[in-house]
């Protein structure tokens, strides 16, 4: 009697246990999915945000060259101004679309494949950045220079010049570090939901 008293009381333990175990890893599960979902949804944020300034920049590029337009440095950095706004906004589009397709209730091998694709993008547009950052820099100097201005608006182009470059590296270094923590996240998810 006593041994099939003892072996009903470590069956039910054996349950109790497993039931925990599932709870416990049911929580990892939706604290790792809040954790990708919070910082998916800041991507997508500050995606439609740069969709707005971009859409509000355009049209002052090009008022502005309507309006002061005439010397061919301040027209070329106005027309690659707009070139480099345009193919922001192409990127931002594609962006915004991938994040919009990472849904947890889908497979998370394709959530993995929409993160990288967003990835490439985003590597792209960098590329992008780095080539018309020191472009337009020395087309804003070129112009400075034929309108011999004064010592102020020196600095002021450079310390913009510096920010900008600051604000691109810092930038850089928090979107690798949430990247990959979201991929780690991702395949950590992956592995618990094939458990």
């Known amino acids: 009697m006593e041994l099939d008293d003892l072996k009903k009381a470590w069956t039910a333990l054996d349950n109790r246990l497993k039931r925990n175990e599932e709870l416990k890893e049911s929580i990892i599960l939706e604290m790792m999915q809040h954790k990708v979902d919070k910082l998916v949804k800041r991507w997508l944020y500050s995606s439609i945000f740069g969709v707005c300034i971009v859409l509000f920049l355009i049209p002052f590029v090009v008022y502005s060259l309507e ?11 106005g027309y690659l101004t707009i070139i480099f706004c345009i193919a922001s906004l192409i990127c931002a589009l594609s962006q915004i679309r991938l994040l919009i397709k990472i849904d947890f209730t889908e497979s998370i091998s394709n959530n993995i494949i929409n993160l990288n694709k967003y990835d490439i993008s985003g590597k792209r547009f960098l590329i992008a950045v780095y080539f018309y950052t020191p472009i337009s820099f020395i087309l804003a100097a070129a112009r400075y220079a034929e309108l011999h201005v004064t010592l102020s ?12 470059n600051i604000f691109a590296i810092c930038t850089i270094k928090i979107y690798n570090k949430n990247f990959k923590s979201i991929i780690k996240s991702m395949n950590e998810i992956k592995e618990l939901k094939e458990e």
Not at 67 to 77: A, E
Not at 153 to 164: A, H, K, Y
């Open 67 to 77: 309006k002061y337009g005439g010397s061919i440095w301040f027209n070329v950095l």
């Open 153 to 164: 608006l020196w600095t002021f182009l450079i310390g913009i010049g510096l920010f900008v």
